[in-house]
């Protein structure tokens, strides 16, 4: 599996899509974090301190490609993601930059 290179204000981001029969696992990371589909337990992921935060689609009925991650909404941000500002209505691309 390749990361695919995500350029944000002061950094990059990795994102991946993994193909998984009906659906795709999607999801980018930092080097402090995570933003994926709703397919990620992000309350899983704070039991290890990890700051995560899951995504709705803004348009259509699932998260298919990156571009959908960036433009999702926030669903769901897990305590570490919430004390870097992640918060429930930004889109995907503002909780990365936050990473």
Do not use: H, Q, W
């Amino acid at each position: 599996m390749e990361g695919i290179r995500i350029p944000l204000t002061e950094k990059e981001a990795e994102g991946f899509v993994v193909p998984l029969g009906p659906a795709n696992l999607v999801f980018a990371k930092t080097d402090r974090g995570l933003v994926g589909c709703g397919a990620f337990d992000v309350a899983a992921l704070e039991r290890f301190g990890y700051p995560a935060a899951r995504v709705r689609p803004a348009e259509g009925s699932s998260i298919r490609d990156l571009d959908d991650l960036l433009a999702g909404i926030i669903a769901v941000a897990n305590e570490p993601a919430a004390k870097r500002g992640i918060a429930p209505g930004m889109t995907g691309r503002e909780a990365l930059e936050l990473l």
